[in-house]
Each structure stands twice: as C-alpha cells, then as structure tokens.
C-alpha cells in the first residue's frame, strides 16, 4: 500500500499532531486545508498566510482549496432549513460524510494521494475479509465515534486517523514539547460556521424571519407567547418565561401553526422514537436487534431494541425512558465501543 496520505488541516492542534505522528511512522504526509467561507480562515488568502506557518513547522506541502460553495449548500443549508422544520441539527453528522470524507477525499485522490487522515479520536479494526469496524477513541473525554457514524466501508477504508488511541493532554504536553504551535484554538465539536449566538445567525439569513406564536400546555392551555421557534429545542428550559408552580420545559415545536409546546420534566420522557435514513456501517444486523443507542452527542447512551420499519427506518424501544429526544439530532448505535451506524430522530 502507497505510503502517501493527505490530512484534512484546519489550523488546530488535532489535525496538527495527527500530521506529525504520521511523518514520524514514515508517511508522506501532503495536507488539505478546506475554506468553508465562515470563521477566522475565512478567505482562501487568509487561509494560505495561516497553512504556511502549519507547513513550516512539519516541512509538509499544504492546498488549500475554496469548498465555501459546496459547504454552503450541503451543511449550512442544511442547518438552517432544519430549524425552519421545527428541528434541531446536528451539522457535524451532515459534514462528515459529505465533506471531509466525500469531497475532500476526492481532492486528495485528484492530487494522487489515496487515503485521507483526519484528528478524530476513534479507532479502527479490519478484519481478514476486509471489513472495517469503527470504534470509539480511548480517550473517553474525547471520543468522537458519534460524529462518523453515516460514513460507509469506501471511506472508512480510505481513511487514517492517528490520535485514536491517544489522550488530549498527551497531545497537548508533547506538541508543546516539540514547539508545534496551532493557528486556531477552536475545538471541533464546535459549530465552526457560527461564531455567536446560533439564533443571531439564523435571523441573518435570507428568509429566515422568526414569527411570533402562541406558548401551550401539553394539555392544550394557551399560557404566552414566544417571539420564534428557532430559539428553542427539546428539552430547553430557559426562555420560555412563564411562571408557573413548577418549571416548563419545551417538548415539542408544531411549525404549521408556530406553536410552542411545553410541560413538566415528566413529560419530557419517551419509551421509543423512530429513526429514518438509516446507514449500517458494515452489515445490518439481525431484528429485533438489542444495541445502545446515543440520542445525541452528549447523551452516554442507553440500552435498546431496534426493530426494521420500512427499508431504511427502525423503530427504538428504549428499556427505559430517555428525555429530550430531539428531532433531528442523530440516533447512533452501538455494539460495546463499536459504533454500527445511526439515522435521524424523526
């Protein structure tokens, strides 16, 4: 197998010393940096003055290439067309399989580089038949398995990723030991495409104008009214600004009539959802399948039975009630460590 490797570059220590692992393990390391048009790397000159600081210290050539159209279109419009639905998006989930591992990966194989490298803290297995399985990094604090979930067996394996079975702090002690020094401190669980507040960022866009509406009780009591449902997601608590005996909590947004639903923390609990666009990573497995499902990054994740609901749909059982199931975040699955695939909560 060619030695030669591309590795996506955005500026910060992860991408960085994912690099420089690779370069000691003998790899010919080109990076890629992408312009999405948004953040301090905005401008394609602003992002070729901060690569040749990067390529200076690993002495690695550096493209930087403009994807701000390509960005636009299928993450951030995304993003915003979401909320306009009553959702709430996940857009790392969108980006990864389209952008860093679909149209990037195709730059790098333009360039003659066959596999990309990226700083995500995952690790991967590949068995005798070649099949690759994704699992978590090891550093749990770190862990961003979640975030690669919908990508296929093509891209998984095409692709590195060096910091999986690393810690953060390792990282950040030897990097600083060796002098390698990023350009942006910004961590990429960030929205790297939102500086500010999300909300003021949706009312910028073209056509997106919050209405106003009514604030009603699960059990059908008009109690206020909210000045947009892009302010507010499942499980929300603050801003909703109607005194009551007890806390209201947002469980549920109805876009056709701009209604804010609210209620009791109790009533923000579900036995089960459904998840549409569903993707398996290697093989489907058998149904009723009994997994642990992740409703969002920063859920542990909770036992459950998937059962098939059309081609490409399952309904999850949770074994026991979950709050804050979101539509539109993403349902990732587990075996042990080994993530399976996921859809979106509908």
Known sequence: ?????????????????????????????????????????????????????????????IHVIDLSDTFEQHVVNYFVDEYRKGRTPNPCL?????????????????????????????????????????HRGLDPAKDQAYFLAFLNQ?????????????????????????????????????????????????????GFA?????????????????????GFTIGQRRGINCPAAYPYYVTGLDTESCTLIVGPKEALFRDHCRVTDVTFIGRTPSFPADLTVRIRYAHPGTAATLTADGPSAVIVRFHEPVMSVTPGQGAVFYDGDEVLGGGWIA
């Open 1 to 61: 197998m060619s030695t030669r490797v591309a590795v996506a570059v955005s500026g910060g220590i992860d991408s960085l010393f994912s690099a420089h692992l690779l370069i000691r393990e003998g790899y010919r390391v080109t990076g890629i940096h992408f312009v999405t048009g948004y953040g301090a790397l905005a401008r394609p000159d602003e992002a070729r003055a901060a690569m040749a600081r990067i390529a200076d210290q690993l002495d690695i050539p």
């Open 94 to 134: 969108r980006c990864n399989p389209r952008i860093k591992f679909g149209v990037l990966l195709e730059a790098a194989g333009n360039l003659g580089i066959g596999r990309i490298a990226t700083g995500h803290y995952v690790r991967t297995r590949t068995d005798a038949d070649q099949t690759v399985h994704l």
């Open 154 to 206: 093509e891209q998984l394996k095409r692709a590195l990723f060096p910091l999986g079975e690393t810690s953060k702090d390792d990282i950040r002690r030897e990097a600083e030991a060796m002098g390698l020094a990023p350009v942006s401190a910004k961590e990429s669980q960030d929205i790297c495409f939102i500086t500010g507040d999300y909300k003021e960022f949706l009312s910028s866009r073209p």
């Open 210 to 230: 919050a209405s106003p509406g009514p604030i009603v009780t699960v059990d059908g009591k008009t109690i206020g009214r909210h000045q947009g449902l892009s």
